[in-house]
């Protein structure tokens, strides 16, 4: 069965820290990975990944999909309260425009 | 507004009813998503059109659920005699075109007494 999981499950740090947030899958004719932060409600796209090795960036965040081991890393550097949410790993495949999602991160970031 | 619009936000039913979800999807998107959240479960996916037309019908979990969009904007997902299970909070994504990144709304949360 298709699956996508992320580790760790929660994680709580003091601001400025880094943090590196985890999915790995197992789909068959994987096309895209993305990332999303939820806040209270709607998920916000952070980044598309289809190309490996290729890191994204996005102020303190980046992103990078490695296709060989089958995982996508996303860091944060100096975190800070508002980077507080679930963070959401989805993927797409090839003939299919579904996002499958894994069950998310939850990060907390004390001041 | 610039983003995807549902409505209503939040509704809450008795058991048996009948509900009807809406989502405005953002200027100029072509395809639009139904996804469903629920606690423990994660996001689900429902359904997806491409234009007015749903290649996708795979994740409606019942022939209790059917969706429709008109015009290649707006669309109804419409549930029939509500059961408990299906309070969640029902999420709508669009894209500017296939293969392209979903931006989702704030979602309607349904509840079912």
């Known amino acids: 069965e298709d699956k996508v999981v992320q580790s760790p499950l929660s994680l709580v740090v003091h601001e400025g820290d880094t943090v590196t947030l985890n999915c790995s899958y197992e789909?068959?004719?994987?096309?895209?990975l993305l990332w999303y932060k939820q806040e209270k409600k709607a998920p916000t796209f952070l980044f598309m990944l289809t190309s490996s090795g290729i890191e994204k960036k996005s102020g303190r965040l980046s992103s990078i999909l490695d296709k060989k081991e089958l995982s996508s890393i996303l860091n944060i550097t100096a975190t800070q309260t508002g980077d507080s949410a679930i963070y959401l790993c989805?993927?797409?495949?090839?003939?299919?425009?579904?996002?499958?999602f894994g069950k998310g991160t939850k990060l907390t970031v004390n001041p | 507004g610039a983003g995807v619009s549902q409505s209503p936000s939040n509704k809450v039913t008795e058991k048996g009813k009948d509900v009807e979800l809406r989502c405005d999807p953002i200027?100029?998107?072509?395809?639009l998503y139904w996804y469903r959240q629920s606690l423990g479960q994660g996001l689900e996916f429902l359904i997806y059109?491409?234009?007015?037309?749903?290649?996708?019908k795979s994740g409606l979990p019942s022939d209790r659920f059917s969706a429709e969009r008109t015009g290649g904007s707006v669309s109804t997902l419409t549930i029939q005699r509500t059961q408990q299970e299906d309070s969640a909070v029902y999420l709508c994504?669009?894209?500017?075109?296939?293969?392209?990144?979903?931006?989702f709304g704030d979602g309607t949360r349904l509840s079912i007494l």
């Open positions: 989805a993927l797409t495949q090839g003939g299919s425009e579904k996002l499958v």
């Open positions: 059109f491409q234009g007015n037309s749903a290649p996708d």
């Open positions: 200027s100029g998107h072509t395809a």
């Open positions: 789909v068959t004719n994987f096309r895209s």
């Open positions: 994504a669009s894209s500017l075109d296939l293969n392209q990144p979903q931006h």
